[in-house]
């Protein structure tokens, strides 16, 4: 399985930017997934997820601010996310919950104040 982060990129402060992660060696239709992130000198850790039913659930830190979806016929994972905060600059990475494929490259967000 590979899983291909795309989308980040540098923005200001207020802003939003969609990132995405599409997998190819297998369906993710069957796993609860989730978007983690890595800031230099942190723990990744896991700020969005979704079930495979749709339901989904944040960290506190991004909570009415981020969006997780899935698009199951495209295999793909989504996070909108809006508002921006410097401290939410990071790479940012798609895994199944139990982090269960290996990492893909992540897509880097660095947000300017």
């Known amino acids: 399985v590979q899983l291909q982060a795309s989308g980040g990129g540098l923005v200001q402060a207020g802003g939003s930017l969609r990132v995405s992660c599409a997998a190819s060696g297998s369906t993710l239709s069957g796993a609860a997934m989730g978007w983690f992130r890595q800031a230099p000198g942190k723990q990744r850790e896991l700020v969005a997820r979704?079930?495979?039913?749709?339901?989904?659930g944040y960290a506190n830190s991004v909570r009415g601010r981020f969006t997780i979806s899935r698009d199951n016929a495209k295999n793909t994972v989504y996070l909108q996310m809006n508002s921006l905060k410097p401290e939410d600059t990071a790479v940012y990475y798609c895994?199944?919950?139990?982090?269960?494929?290996?990492w893909g490259q992540g897509t880097q967000v660095t947000v300017s104040s």
């Open positions: 979704v079930s495979i039913t749709g339901v989904t």
């Open positions: 895994n199944t919950v139990i982090r269960s494929f290996p």
